[in-house]
C-alpha cells in the first residue's frame, strides 16, 4: 500500500478473537467451495459414464452419445473453473493467515506487523477480485481432472469406430462409421482433434504461466 509505512499496535483480545473467527469463516468458505468443485466434477464422470453404457451397450450402437457428451464436459469444465476462482479467494486468504498470523503466533508470539501482512491482508477485504484468470482456472482444472476425463472420453469413442460393429479393417472404414448423418467423418474427427488440443493447450500454456508468476513473486501465495 501507498504511504508511510507505519507499525500497527498490537492486537488487543477482542481483535484477537476477530481474527480468528475470521479464520475459521474464512477455512469453512473455502470447504464449501472445495466440495461444489468436486460436485461438478462428478457430474462430468457420471455423465461420462451414461455416455459410455449407451455406447457400449450393443455392437450397432452409435457413437453419437460420446460425441454428444464431450459438449456437457465443456460446460462442466467452464462452471468448475468459475467455482475455483471463487476457492481460489478462500484458500489464499486462509493460508495468508496461516502464514502470517497462526504460524508465528504459535512460533514466536509475534505477529510481525513490521511486514505489514496485514495490509495485503484488509486490501483484500476492502477491493476483492479474482486472483486468477478464467483460462488460468481452466487450465488447472484440466490438469488436476479433466485431462483423464477427457482421455478416456476420447479413447472410448475412437475404440468404438475401430471395434464395432465389427473391427474396422482400414482408415476409409474408419471415417464412414465417424459420420454423423450429411457431415462426413473426417470433419467429424478433424473437430474432435481440435477439441482435445485446445484443451492440451490451454493446460500447458496455464502451467506455463503459474511456473513464471511462481519463479516472480517473492511472497510464497498468489493472493491479492
Known amino acids: 500500500m501507498d504511504g508511510p509505512a507505519t507499525t500497527r499496535k498490537p492486537l488487543d483480545p477482542a481483535e484477537m478473537g476477530v481474527l480468528a473467527h475470521l479464520y ?13 468443485l468436486d460436485t ?8 461420462l459414464g451414461v455416455a459410455l453404457s449407451i455406447t457400449y451397450s450393443s455392437p450397432q450402437a452409435s457413437p453419437l452419445p460420446l460425441v454428444l457428451v464431450g459438449i456437457l464436459i465443456v460446460f462442466f469444465l467452464m462452471l468448475e473453473a468459475r467455482r475455483y476462482r471463487y476457492f481460489n479467494v478462500w484458500r489464499a486468504r486462509c493460508r495468508w493467515m496461516e502464514l502470517h498470523f497462526v504460524a508465528p503466533m504459535l512460533r514466536e508470539g509475534d505477529l510481525h506487523f ?7 491482508l484488509a486490501d483484500d477485504y476492502l477491493h476483492p477480485r479474482y486472483h486468477v484468470s478464467m483460462w488460468t482456472a481452466m487450465g488447472r482444472r484440466i490438469r488436476r481432472n479433466y485431462f483423464w476425463i477427457l482421455l478416456i472420453q476420447t479413447a472410448a469413442y475412437l475404440g468404438k469406430l475401430m471395434v464395432h460393429p465389427t473391427a474396422a479393417s482400414s482408415l476409409g472404414e474408419i471415417l464412414d462409421r465417424a459420420a454423423i448423418g450429411p457431415i462426413p467423418g473426417w470433419f467429424v ?23 513464471g508468476r511462481a519463479r516472480k513473486r517473492q511472497d510464497p501465495l498468489g493472493m491479492g
Do not use: F, P
Request: proline share 0%; net charge positive; hydrophobic share 40%.
Open 24 to 36: 475459521r469463516a474464512e477455512v469453512y468458505r473455502s470447504t464449501i467451495w472445495r466440495t461444489r
Open 40 to 47: 461438478t466434477t462428478n457430474w462430468s464422470v457420471v455423465t
Open 114 to 120: 513490521e511486514q505489514r501482512w496485514q495490509d495485503r
Open 189 to 211: 474427427l478433424l473437430v474432435g482433434g481440435s477439441y482435445c488440443l485446445s484443451w492440451g493447450v490451454i493446460a500447458l500454456l496455464s502451467a506455463r504461466l503459474d511456473a
